[in-house]
Each structure stands twice: as structure tokens, then as C-alpha cells.
């Protein structure tokens, strides 16, 4: 669900599902105001998280003992965008975000609402890092590979510079390396990914 806050506090989002046109509607129930208050103090424009921090927990408790993961993109908030995230994309474009089945419709995940959810379900704390920390911890550096290679073994280095190009894409900080790791322990120690390695 959508809201905006306004001189009369917050108010849902309608959105007609065929021409993605909005009007603000009533007031949002107390549950959801709860949610708002806590996780997304700023005002502006708010995806409300409250369902999929739900559903998070309930996926955590069904977990006898492990390591839960999330991997998305997301914000703090300390710095939740004033105007929110909802989008829409099709083929790979992005595009408004219109409910009519002509595209995907994805919005940032309030992702410390998600841990805090996580961790209370499974009684124990969360880490959270960035992809960027977590791939360089498990060994993905982007590197080129040594030049020597290419006179050694010509069809080798094009293999090794590829996979150093793929990479980089995943750990470059201004694009998918800034997505969240959030690792969520039950009956079991926390990994630590922080250190630039791999630790159980």
C-alpha cells in the first residue's frame, strides 16, 4: 500500500488500475500509522512495508536452525527517499507504474524494518551489509586477469576477463554492489562477512 502525509497525517494512495492515476483516500488504519511513525519518520510518500516485514518474520520462524538471507535493494531510515520509490519497468525500461498488467511494479525495501522484523521472530541479532562487502568477503574482487595469461592461453583470459567484467558489475557500489545482504542467524552463530572474509 501507498500513503501520502499531509496537514491531516497520513492518507492512503488509490490508484485507478488502468490509467495509473491517483487520489489520495482515507485515513491509513492505526496499524499501518504504527508502521509509518516508526519506520518512515520523514513523511513525503511511503511504501508501506508492515505485509512483507510479516512475511519475512513468518519465513524466519519456519527456519529450525540456519542462516535466513535477503538480498535487495533498499534504504534506511535515516534516509528514506522523501518521494518514495514506486516504479514500474518493462523490458528493461523503466516506466510509470501503471497497475494494469503492462509492466512490473517494484518499489526500495525499508530494509532495517525487515531485520527488525527478522530478529524478533528469531530472537537473536541480524547483520547487515552491503552486496559490494558481503561478494568481496566470499572472494569476488573484479579483477583483470594477468596479461601474461593472454599469450598462454588466449581462450582462458577471454573466460577470465568476462568473468571479471560480470564481477564488477555485481560489487561497483553505484550500482547492483550497493544492494543489502541482511543475514538473519537461527540457532547458530553469525557469519562475519565484515572483515574481508568468510568466518563461521
Known amino acids: 500500500d501507498l500513503a501520502e502525509h499531509g496537514p491531516d497525517g497520513w492518507r ?16 491509513v488504519e492505526d496499524i499501518d500509522g504504527e508502521w509509518l511513525i516508526r519506520w518512515w519518520p520523514a513523511g513525503g510518500r511511503a511504501e508501506i512495508g508492515r505485509l512483507r516485514d510479516a512475511a519475512w518474520a513468518g519465513a524466519v520462524a519456519t527456519v529450525n536452525r540456519g542462516l535466513a538471507l535477503v538480498v535487495d535493494y533498499g534504504h534506511l531510515r535515516d534516509g528514506r527517499p522523501y518521494d518514495g520509490t514506486l516504479t514500474g519497468y518493462r523490458c528493461g525500461r523503466q516506466v510509470r507504474p501503471v497497475p494494469d498488467g503492462s509492466c512490473d511494479i517494484t518499489a526500495h525495501v525499508a530494509i532495517d524494518a525487515v531485520a527488525a522484523a527478522g530478529a524478533a521472530a528469531a530472537g537473536c541479532p541480524y547483520e547487515l551489509l552491503t552486496q559490494r562487502e558481503a561478494l568481496r568477503a566470499l572472494g569476488v574482487t573484479g579483477q583483470r586477469p594477468p596479461l601474461t595469461l593472454a599469450h598462454t592461453d588466449p581462450a582462458g583470459y577471454v573466460r577470465a576477463l568476462a568473468d571479471a567484467s560480470a564481477a564488477a558489475e555485481l560489487i561497483d557500489p553505484a550500482g547492483l554492489g550497493a544492494h543489502w545482504w541482511l543475514l538473519q542467524p537461527v540457532r ?7 572483515d574481508g572474509q568468510l568466518t563461521v
Open 12 to 27: 492512503y494512495v488509490e490508484v485507478d488500475p488502468r490509467t495509473g492515476d491517483e487520489s489520495l483516500g482515507g485515513p
Open 188 to 194: 547458530m552463530r553469525l557469519p562475519n562477512l565484515r
